[in-house]
Nanobody, 128 residues
Framework: QVQVQESGPGLVKPSQTLSLTCTVSGGSIKTLYYVWSWIRQSPGKGLEWMGDIAHDGRAFYNPSLKSRTSISWDTSENRFSLQLFSVTPEDAAVYYC????????????????????WGQGTQVTVSS
């Protein structure tokens, strides 16, 4: 059973960079057809897909966040990371990592239609 778990600081100052890591256990981050995503939910809003990294290392980004987002992986540690640059209070949210199998329900432009595994989420506050 694959498990994913987010980690990182819960408080970031405006204009700084938010860095989060998702550790994968129970399976390899290079498993064929799997995509590893970052998703967030701000207070009172729905889920927002931020981007992901595929089993072959290709990264895909939400166009609205692409200029401020970087997703990378460390295959030796079986984990992937999110960096969100120049954060503002509007970036305060619960951040989730999740995994989806593109060979199951499929993917479009790197984004799974369905996620098989979710982390519990980590609350991020942006405040000076």
């Amino acid at each position: 059973q694959v498990q994913v778990q987010e980690s990182g600081p819960g408080l970031v100052k405006p204009s700084q960079t938010l860095s989060l890591t998702c550790t994968v256990s129970g399976g390899s981050i290079k498993t064929l057809y799997y995509v590893w995503s970052w998703i967030r939910q701000s207070p009172g809003k729905g889920l927002e897909w931020m981007g992901d990294i595929a089993h072959d290392g290709r990264a895909f980004y939400n166009p609205s966040l692409k200029s401020r987002t970087s997703i990378s992986w460390d295959t030796s540690e079986n984990r992937f990371s999110l960096q969100l640059f120049s954060v503002t209070p509007e970036d305060a949210a619960v951040y989730y990592c999740a995994a989806g199998d593109c060979s199951g329900y499929g993917c479009y432009e790197g984004r799974p239609f369905k996620y098989d595994y979710w982390g519990q989420g980590t609350q991020v506050t942006v405040s000076s």
